[in-house]
């Protein structure tokens, strides 16, 4: 008797899954680095930051090659490696099969048709929400802004006394537009958080709150649709606040002019005069 064995077919189709998942997987690699640096400027990211870091990265693709391999080969070898020629030559394969076969097929073809569906939505997801982020006005401008954390930490003039004099000798320097000094950056979480009370409502919230100084608000073109911002006499804004359009809203005032002039106590029972009203921004 003539033909392959039982061996033959499954070494053989063994043989064809590995070749076509190295094939797939070289492909993906040029693709990868075709692609890496339009990806990066996708993402502002730096091509080398996309790289695969640390050694756990080779050991995770060796078993992927090795799980695909396995089930893109070993599965149908067995299957077409069990077929009896005397059901061939009698057509009986026209039939089709039926069964636990035939769901077993089916369930292959819908579990591969719905990952691909789903890669191919998170692709465009991924995509578009980068779009999305790239094109929303934010409504403020972080671009060209080196942000540097310092160590004094007293919000009093004594503290912002170093802190300025550092500011001052900054300022002097070439390419330097201008500073400001924050306890928060605009994108950045905003650690602290206050209870507000209205004075003259008795509605209490607790807010998100950020100390900044009178350059805070032209340094990041804040747009101020009510009041004022901050003058450089720190004594006296040290019990004024500045609102955003939700938390005047939140605050239960009709407008935003409506909320100059209001006071609000904070958790340190210290009444704040609301001077201005800024426009939300992302």
């Known amino acids: 008797m003539n033909g392959a064995t039982s061996g033959h077919l499954i070494r053989q189709f063994l ?41 756990g990265f ?29 059901f061939s030559l009698k057509n009986m394969l026209a039939k089709g099969a039926t069964g636990s076969k035939a769901r077993l097929r089916k369930t292959l ?33 972080i671009g060209q802004t080196l942000v540097l954390e310092e160590s004094a930490s007293r919000p009093d003039s004594a503290g912002q ?16 537009v201008s500073t400001t000094r924050s306890t928060g950056v605009p994108g950045g979480e905003i650690g602290n958080s206050t209870d507000f009370t209205r004075l003259d409502g008795g509605l209490n919230k607790r807010c998100r709150t950020m100390g900044v100084d009178d350059r805070f608000i032209g340094q990041y073109q804040l747009q101020l649709v009510a009041g004022r911002g901050f003058s450089e006499n720190y004594k006296a804004d040290e019990f004024n606040v500045v609102l955003n359009e939700t938390a005047a809203k939140i605050f239960g005032f009709q407008n935003p002019d409506d909320a100059l002039g ?16 800024v426009k939300d921004y992302h």
């Open 109 to 141: 073809v819908v579990g591969q048709f719905s990952i691909a569906i789903l890669l191919v939505t998170g692709v465009l997801a991924l995509f578009f929400q980068m779009q999305y982020m790239q094109k929303q006005a934010l409504g403020v401008d």
């Open 15 to 55: 043989t064809e899954s590995l070749l076509v998942n190295l094939l797939a997987i070289s492909l993906g690699a040029v693709f990868f680095v075709l692609m890496l640096n339009t990806f990066a400027r996708l993402v502002d990211r730096a091509p080398v930051d996309l790289l695969p870091q640390g050694l």
């Open 262 to 277: 209001r006071q609000v106590m904070a958790g340190d029972s210290v009444p704040r005069n609301v001077v201005g009203v």
């Open 58 to 86: 080779w050991p995770c693709w060796s078993r992927c090659l090795g799980w695909e391999y396995l089930f893109a080969g070993l599965y149908p070898a067995r299957v077409l490696a069990g077929f009896n020629p005397v």
């Open 161 to 176: 006394a170093p802190v300025r004099s550092f500011l001052n000798e900054v300022n002097a320097l070439a390419g330097i």
